[in-house]
T-cell receptor, first 113, second 111 residues
Framework: KAGVTQTPRYLIKTRGQQVTLSCSPI?????VSWYQQTPGQGLQFLFE???????NKGNFPGRFSGRQFSNSRSEMNVSTLELGDSALYLC????????????FGQGTRLTVV | GEDVEQSLFLSVREGDSSVINCTYT??????LYWYKQEPGAGLQLLTY?????DMKQDQRLTVLLNKKDKHLSLRIADTQTGDSAIYFC???????????FGKGNQVVVIP
């Protein structure tokens, strides 16, 4: 059974640009959550999608958005990139019931220059 | 609100036991987790414990939960070089998939 797949693995963008990251959950999993990991702030929750609907949202500005498709794949978009958006973005997949085990992908390392 | 704290660094000799500690502030936490992150990798779920349990053992891993003190620990028996990683504790609330993570504890295993 394939794990959680995140693409791309590495990305370099310029300030002001926008970026889209992709996450394919484990087959059969309907919940996808996104987290930002930085040395200063640690791991912070961005949002969770379940059945194409945002079910939970963290404290990030509106520049951070996401969506989920009918096949449960999810994308995360960051517009008007800032230097401080440089981070490892991790996606977690779970079955979808509340409080089920979350399995993480390898992450996308975004560098904003 | 959720606030999870961990100490930062632990060095341990191969074969010894290592203990990583974590405190949390939200008493309504339902599930508490331990994740492992190796360099350049995502997070690997090691084990989790329900808040109505005091202890859980899973092979070399022992989780202890002191709900009164809001203290969680992970003991790794017979620590191996492959256990060198950053360990995160995390909590979630009932009815909520959102995980609140600690800052992580780096474990270095010395051969």
């Amino acid at each position: 059974k394939a794990g959680v797949t995140q693409t791309p693995r590495y990305l370099i963008k310029t300030r002001g640009q926008q970026v889209t990251l992709s996450c394919s959950p484990i087959s059969g999993h309907r919940s996808v959550s996104w987290y930002q990991q930085t040395p200063g702030q640690g791991l912070q929750f961005l949002f969770e999608y379940f059945s194409e609907t945002q079910r939970n949202k963290g404290n990030f500005p509106g520049r951070f958005s996401g969506r989920q498709f009918s096949n449960s794949r999810s994308e995360m978009n960051v517009s008007t990139l800032e230097l401080g958006d440089s981070a490892l973005y991790l996606c977690a997949s779970s079955l979808g019931g509340l409080n089920t085990e979350a399995f993480f992908g390898q992450g996308t390392r975004l560098t904003v220059v | 609100g959720e606030d999870v704290e961990q100490s930062l660094f632990l060095s341990v000799r191969e074969g010894d036991s290592s203990v990583i500690n974590c405190t949390y502030t939200d008493s309504s936490s339902t599930y508490l987790y331990w994740y492992k992150q190796e360099p350049g990798a995502g997070l690997q779920l090691l084990t989790y414990i329900f808040s109505n349990m005091d202890m859980k053992q899973d092979q070399r891993l022992t989780v202890l939960l002191n709900k009164k003190d809001k203290h969680l620990s992970l003991r790794i028996a017979d620590t191996q070089t492959g256990d060198s990683a950053i360990y995160f504790c995390a909590e979630s609330m009932e009815g909520n998939n959102r995980l609140a993570f600690g800052k992580g504890n780096q474990v270095v295993v010395i051969p």
